[in-house]
């Protein structure tokens, strides 16, 4: 029996706790906020202080990237975390990742740190407007953004932005060019200790408000999965990445940009749980674990459409067939991610379907991205 401890308690640490268990891989987690060891599945606190966890466990690893440094270096000392936790402060400052993604070679937007009111005239000038203005530090799900477009809105957006700079230590805004994308896809792959690496099928992401609602796993795009491929390989050898790790694409003509990278198991993923030979969950943990990889090959077509700030769904979901419901155990929040639904078909076209069929079923006001 192996012993993993996972930074953070959420949907993420539970998911991988359900697929360690038939590996004989024990997961607990670490909740972040309240500071408690718990059960990833009950929530229920644990008499372990996080230095007896981290003495007791074979592996460290984080499901979220937003980790207090001190946390992560206590836990580095061990020798136990994996990735490296490079890795982990790459995906949680926006500078760091900047950096690391010119440095693997691979396209992003064109970009700019602002600090000062006079960073901002000059990232005007170098990038142009329309522009998108990122924290470097905290946004997630389209938090902590602004978009510029026109020059007499710069005063008040920079004036929010400066409230955002002084709330926080270390605090910047990352400017970067708009990209008029064609559509939002993603790639989840995984790379061991021996530099071994295997990738899902790219996945198309749909998001509302910022906030992903629907993936489905790309069929038979050679060309753009080669592409998104060879950029995972630059990327994690760059860092000497173990572990899951999801890269987030605009796609421009054919073009893959890197918007930004996730250093663990990612949402756009979950659809791997019914659609892939081995989920990203079990894949994260045999790779932090030094255990073999397991396939990656998507088994048929699949999709994932979130939950969002429902707790309960009509029956009629779990008779419409190859529909899985995964609920996180979370309480009813509005817009909280509280589970999601994967669905499988035996053709893209089935899956088109199936799809449709749920739309019927569910409320367009909170799935509004299903076809109906
Ligand atoms: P992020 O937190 O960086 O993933 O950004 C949230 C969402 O904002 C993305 O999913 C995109 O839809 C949009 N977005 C972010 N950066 C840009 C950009 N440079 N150009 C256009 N849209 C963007």
């Not at 937003?66 to 580095?76: D, E, G, Q, R, V």
């Not at 079990?282 to 077509?301: F, K, Q, S, Y």
Request: net charge negative; charged share 15%.
């Amino acid at each position: 029996m192996k012993q993993v401890l996972v930074l953070g308690a959420g949907q993420l640490a539970r998911m991988m706790a359900l697929a360690g268990a038939p590996l004989n891989i024990n997961v607990i987690a670490y909740d972040v906020i309240t500071a408690d060891v718990v059960h990833p599945l009950t929530q229920q606190r644990q008499s372990l202080s996080l230095i007896e966890a981290i003495a007791a466990v074979d592996v460290i690893t984080a499901e979220f990237e937003h980790i207090p440094h001190a946390i992560l270096t206590l836990c580095a000392a061990s020798g136990k975390f994996k990735p490296h936790p490079d890795a982990i402060k790459a995906g949680g400052d926006r500078r760091i990742e900047k950096t690391l993604l010119n440095n693997a070679k691979v396209a992003n937007a064109p970009h700019h740190i602002i600090n000062t009111r006079a960073d901002l005239d000059t990232a005007i000038a170098a990038i142009g407007l329309p522009m998108v203005l990122k924290s470097a530090l905290g946004g997630y799900d389209g938090k902590g953004q602004w978009r510029l477009k026109t020059n007499d809105q710069i005063e008040s957006v920079w004036t929010e932005m400066a409230h955002c700079i002084a709330a926080s230590d270390n605090q910047a805004i990352v400017a970067e060019k708009f990209i008029s994308f064609d559509r939002e896809v993603s790639l989840i792959g995984v790379r061991n200790a021996n530099g071994d690496i295997k990738t899902y099928a790219l996945s198309e992401n749909v998001h509302t408000d910022g906030v992903l609602s629907l993936s489905t796993a790309i069929v038979g795009d050679i060309t753009l999965q080669q592409q998104a491929q060879q950029m995972f390989a630059a990327i994690a050898e760059q860092l000497n990445y173990i572990g899951v790790l999801a890269l987030e694409f605009f796609e421009v003509n054919g073009q893959l940009l890197v918007n930004e990278i996730a250093p663990r198991v990612h949402n756009s993923g979950h659809w791997t749980q019914q659609g892939a030979e081995t989920c990203q969950f079990e894949n994260h943990l045999r790779a932090v674990c030094d255990l073999p990889l397991g396939g990656t090959e998507l088994i048929r077509p699949s999709a994932m459409i979130n939950i969002l700030g429902q707790d309960s769904l009509p029956l009629a979901v779990l008779a419409l067939e190859s529909c899985h419901v995964h609920w996180y155990g979370k309480e009813q929040r509005a817009g909280r991610k509280m589970g999601h639904i994967n669905v499988c078909a035996a053709t893209p076209e089935q899956l088109q379907y199936q799809l449709m069929l749920l739309g019927q079923i569910l409320p367009q006001q909170y799935f509004p991205t299903l076809p109906r």
